[in-house]
C-alpha cells in the first residue's frame, strides 16, 4: 500500500528522533527499489557486474578478470573458507597446486641440512618442471600468491633445481636474507646487499622518491 504524498512529506518521526533515524527515514520516501538487496551478499545470485566488489568486500585473495562468471563465482563464495585456512601449510599446497602439481613445500626441519628455524622452501624440482614454465611473470604469481597466505612469521625461498645445482630465484618473504634478481632465463644475483633493503610482498625492494632502497 502506498501512502499519500501529503503524508510523505511530513515525517513521522517523534522530535527525539536520531539523526540516523531521520537518514533512514529520508531514504525510504525517495521509493528505491531494494528488492535486490539481499542478493547482492549471494555469491551466487549477485549481478555479474557487482561481483567483483563483493569479492573485493570479502577480501578475496586472487581475482582474475579472465575466469568465467562460473569461476569467479565460486572463488567468491570460497573466500570466508579460504581465509579461514590461511597460514597452514595445507593452504600454501594448495595455492601451489594453482601453477602446477609438482611444485612442493619443504619445511625448514625437511631439508639436508637443517635450514633456519621458523622458514621453509617452495621448489620447483627440475626436469620435472622445466625452466621454461617458470618464467619471471609466473615465478613472480606464484610468490605473490604464497605470501599472501604463509604465516605472517615466517620466511620462505623459492628454488628451482637446474642441471642437479639448486639455484635461489626469488626471495619470498618480506625481510628474509636473501634476494635474487631474474628476468625470463634463471638467474641469480648473490650480492648480500639485497638481504638488507625492506621487501614488499612480492619481493620487491621499496624505493625512495630518489631512486634509493629503503634498508630494513
Known amino acids: 500500500m502506498?501512502?499519500?504524498?501529503?503524508?510523505?512529506?511530513?515525517?513521522?518521526?517523534?522530535?527525539?528522533?536520531?539523526?540516523?533515524?531521520?537518514a533512514l527515514e529520508d531514504a525510504m520516501r525517495v521509493g528505491a527499489d531494494i528488492g535486490m538487496v539481499g542478493s547482492l551478499w549471494n555469491p551466487l545470485s549477485c549481478p555479474p557486474e557487482v561481483l567483483p566488489f563483493l569479492a573485493w568486500g570479502l577480501a578475496i585473495s586472487r581475482w582474475d578478470e579472465n575466469w568465467t562468471l562460473a569461476q569467479k563465482r565460486t572463488e567468491t563464495a570460497n573466500a570466508i573458507s579460504f581465509h579461514k585456512r590461511k597460514g597452514t601449510r595445507g593452504i600454501v599446497e594448495e595455492v601451489l597446486a594453482r601453477f602446477h602439481p609438482l611444485l612442493t613445500v619443504v619445511e625448514w626441519w625437511e631439508t639436508n641440512p637443517r635450514g633456519t628455524p621458523g622458514t621453509f622452501e617452495v621448489r620447483a624440482p627440475a626436469p620435472d618442471i622445466p625452466a621454461s614454465f617458470l618464467t619471471a611473470e609466473t615465478a613472480a604469481s606464484i610468490i605473490r600468491d604464497v605470501a599472501s597466505v604463509k604465516p605472517v612469521s615466517r620466511h620462505f625461498d623459492?628454488?628451482?633445481?637446474?642441471?642437479?645445482?639448486?639455484?635461489?630465484?626469488?626471495?619470498?618473504g618480506a625481510m628474509t636474507a636473501t634476494y635474487g634478481r631474474f628476468d625470463t632465463l634463471a638467474t641469480?644475483?648473490?650480492?648480500?646487499?639485497?638481504?638488507?633493503?625492506?621487501?614488499?610482498?612480492?619481493?620487491?625492494?621499496?624505493?625512495?622518491?630518489?631512486?634509493?632502497?629503503?634498508?630494513?
Not at 7 to 17: D, E, F, G, I, Q
Not at 202 to 215: A, S
Open 188 to 216: 641469480h644475483d648473490p650480492d648480500p646487499r639485497w638481504g638488507t633493503y625492506l621487501l614488499t610482498e612480492d619481493g620487491e625492494p621499496f624505493e625512495t622518491g630518489v631512486g634509493q632502497f629503503l634498508e630494513v
Open 2 to 22: 502506498s501512502l499519500p504524498p501529503d503524508v510523505l512529506a511530513k515525517s513521522l518521526l517523534p522530535p527525539n528522533a536520531t539523526d540516523a533515524e531521520r
Open 158 to 172: 623459492f628454488v628451482q633445481s637446474l642441471e642437479a645445482q639448486a639455484f635461489l630465484w626469488l626471495d619470498g
